[in-house]
């Protein structure tokens, strides 16, 4: 589509940038991950799909989507999907997120998602974290969010409670609130999250950003379909390291690619690649176009991707020799990686019954 093709342009020189300033894969340095989000700040892309009169680039999904691939390639640990879900969100929230959002957009912020407080970190997820309004302060915030990814860096949180005869609210909470503690673990990834503990925090009326429904869902998707992107990208790099590997290792006189049962494997991946890439970057074109069945594509298309990044985490660790024999390669930190993803912005079992909700609907 010629549509794309300036997507693509600054997908390739994002690449470029990668490729020749941001180390190999496994863990980086603070300064490598500055001067990457530095380079995201300047091309735009922690706003990318915000519009223009918010502060942002006013690109698509679509845009979104050749970016978030090629940071996957590259195992790039910074927050980007964390940065594109709260832009979004404080986009929509429109003048209380001003201020937040232009350090965000800018690089010299990180807002993080404080949402999910048990296993789901899906918009219609339960929130137990209540919120009390108090005269003459505004909300008074108690409650736990667990697994905020990359909140070991942001400096304020977007946090969902409920006020007591009301649907959830999102507040805008500074890191150095008062009541607010944080309990910060690494992941199997290396990127690292925090529990948060609100015991009595309070923010004034201006923090209240809007209702979960109206901010946190249409952002829900559009990360959720970047999420994918990033798996398709990972899972690319995967394919190309095994293919490698297959092609060089030799067991019993032969290449182990020699053998049939291998390349059933790599070709089983490889399909399961193209399907998961097609089903996301239509995902994406819906999304920017703002189809009515959007929704529904996004939920497939997680479905799919989390089916491959499973599929190539298993075949790819067994095809170099197993887990003892892989864990010192490069491979694995895109392996672990992949895991991550399985359960980011809600697991296969919640986008089934997306599917089927939709299903019903029609």
């Known amino acids: 589509m010629p ?17 020749r300033d941001y180390p190999e894969p ?18 735009g892309a922690l706003g990318l799909t915000v519009a223009t009169e918010y502060g942002g680039e006013g690109a698509t999904p679509v845009e979104t989507y050749y970016l978030a691939e090629t940071l996957g390639r590259h195992l790039v640990t910074a927050p980007y999907l964390t940065a594109l879900v709260c832009g979004r ?22 807002v993080g998602l404080a949402h999910g407080e ?56 500074p890191r150095s609130a ?7 673990y690494p992941t199997i990834d290396g990127r690292g999250a925090v529990d948060l503990h609100l015991d009595e925090v309070r923010v004034p009326e201006q923090a209240l950003l809007g209702g979960v429904p109206e901010l946190l869902g249409p952002a829900y998707d559009e990360v959720t379909a970047a999420s994918c992107a990033e798996a398709v990208g990972v899972i690319g790099t995967v394919l190309d390291a095994t293919v490698e590997h297959v092609r060089t290792r030799r067991q019993f006189g032969a290449p182990l690619g020699s053998l049939q049962v291998v390349r059933h494997r790599l070709v089983e991946l490889l399909l399961l690649q193209e399907q998961s890439r097609s089903l996301a970057l239509r995902a994406a074109r819906e999304l920017a176009a703002g189809a009515p069945t959007a929704a529904r594509t996004v939920a497939a298309a997680k479905v799919k991707c989390n089916e491959a990044a499973a599929f190539a985490g298993r075949e790819s660790v067994q095809l170099h020799g197993g887990l003892g024999m892989t864990d010192e390669l490069p491979l694995s930190n895109f392996v672990k990686r992949l895991l991550v993803i399985q359960r980011s912005f809600g697991e296969t079992r919640h986008h089934l019954a997306r599917l089927s909700n939709s299903e019903e609907a029609q």
Do not use: N
């Open 26 to 43: 496994g863990p980086k340095t603070a300064a490598a991950d500055a001067g990457l989000w530095e380079h995201l700040a300047a091309i």
């Open 178 to 184: 008062e009541g607010l503690s944080l309990q910060p």
């Open 89 to 110: 969100i404080l986009a929509a929230a429109g003048d209380p997120g001003a201020a937040a959002r232009a350090e965000l957009f800018a690089g010299r912020q990180l």
């Open 118 to 173: 048990g296993s789901a970190d899906h918009p219609d997820a339960p929130v137990g974290t209540t919120a009390t309004r108090t005269t003459g302060v505004g909300w008074r915030l108690s409650g736990s969010k667990c697994v905020v990814m990359d909140g070991g860096a942001a400096d304020l949180f977007v946090v969902s409670a409920r006020p007591a005869a009301a649907g959830p609210l999102l507040f805008l909470v």
């Open 3 to 19: 549509a794309e093709d300036d997507a693509r342009a600054l997908a390739e020189g994002l690449g470029d940038y990668l490729r």
